[in-house]
């Protein structure tokens, strides 16, 4: 959730309608002592992305950014990322192991794109894999239903919304961390 994606070049008037709810998932992962890991669009010039989208969250510009509403917070993880995936070159899976996690729970922008990708790396590492559909976004309505789809049928990420997840955690039911 970078100022390029929601507010700048590349932005879509779609984006903005997950900042509540993923404000509250952060919220109650914090309160539940789970880990909250940011991945951010961190981009050098000749990177791949940059060939298809043009410059866009270039690393130290304010597009780089997270947005205000959903700062990190202390005990938060920020990691840096050059291409769609959360998991290519990051550390992201080594952090993940060293803290004893199985289960991930995905959101952001977009659900095509980044969000996709990165649970294809989530599937490939074995974790179990959550997505609240209410905390992810595509370009467009259709871009969304298929992808949700294709998250569930080919890497058979749980897709239910935040409410669900916070639910969970408050309960302890089904926390996995």
């Not at 894999?129 to 209410?134: C, G, L, M, Q, V």
């Not at 749980?158 to 039911?173: G, M, R, V």
């Amino acid at each position: 959730m970078l100022q390029e994606f929601v507010y700048g070049k590349i932005s879509s008037p779609r984006a903005k309608n997950v900042i509540e709810p993923v404000k509250d998932l952060l919220a109650a992962a914090r309160a539940a002592m789970i880990p909250v890991v940011y991945v951010c669009d961190s981009h050098l010039p000749n990177d791949p992305e940059i060939k298809v989208w043009g410059n866009h969250a270039m690393k130290g510009s304010d597009g780089a950014r997270i947005i205000s509403d959903l700062s990190p917070k202390n005990g938060d993880y920020i990691l840096e990322k050059r291409v769609y995936s959360a998991f290519h070159e990051t550390g992201l899976d080594l952090l993940l192991r060293d803290l004893n996690v199985s289960s991930v729970v995905i959101v952001g922008l977009l659900t095509e794109i980044c969000v996709r990708h990165t649970a294809a790396d989530a599937f490939m590492r074995g974790y179990h894999i959550r997505i609240p559909s209410d905390c992810v976004e595509a370009f467009s309505e259709e871009e969304q239903r298929r992808g949700l789809e294709y998250l569930k049928k080919v890497y058979g990420a749980e897709i239910s919304n935040s409410s669900a997840i916070i639910s969970d955690w408050k309960t302890n039911l089904n926390r996995i961390p």
